[in-house]
């Protein structure tokens, strides 16, 4: 893994991950830094963490792409698949613990996978 200027920006973003410690939308991102830096720094930021395998992304069952911190940090390792729980309610997303098994099809090769898992969560079951 290649080192990353900490930049202010960088910083500002890591440290709302390192605070949440949950999946983040990008567009919410944007919304909360409207103000500190404007939205192409944002996604710039963003693309540039994903790159270095710090965060990962996956897309929402709203549609838009939602990042969190890797635990292995490694941009390409099969290792790190794993899926996501998004809750209908109050529409958080988690990741899973959980190993993924992706299968091997004859003449293709497969680049990336994603699960999302739609449904409710702890808090609003209760």
């Not at 890797?70 to 529409?91: I, N, T």
């Amino acid at each position: 893994m290649r080192t990353i200027r900490k930049t202010k920006a960088v910083q500002t973003i890591l440290d709302i991950f390192y605070e949440n410690r949950e999946a983040l939308a990008a567009i919410k991102l944007v919304e909360q830094l409207k103000g500190v830096m404007n939205k192409t720094t944002v996604y710039r930021v963003l693309d540039r963490l994903e790159a270095m395998g710090i965060l990962h992304t996956f897309k929402g069952s709203d549609g838009f792409r939602w990042y969190a911190m890797r635990s292995v940090a490694s941009s390409s390792d099969q290792s790190a698949l794993h899926p996501h729980f998004q809750c209908r309610e109050c529409g958080k997303i988690k990741c899973l613990n959980q190993e993924l098994f992706i299968p091997q099809i004859p003449n293709h090769k497969i680049d990336s996978a994603e699960l999302l898992l739609v449904g409710q969560c702890e808090n609003c079951l209760s």
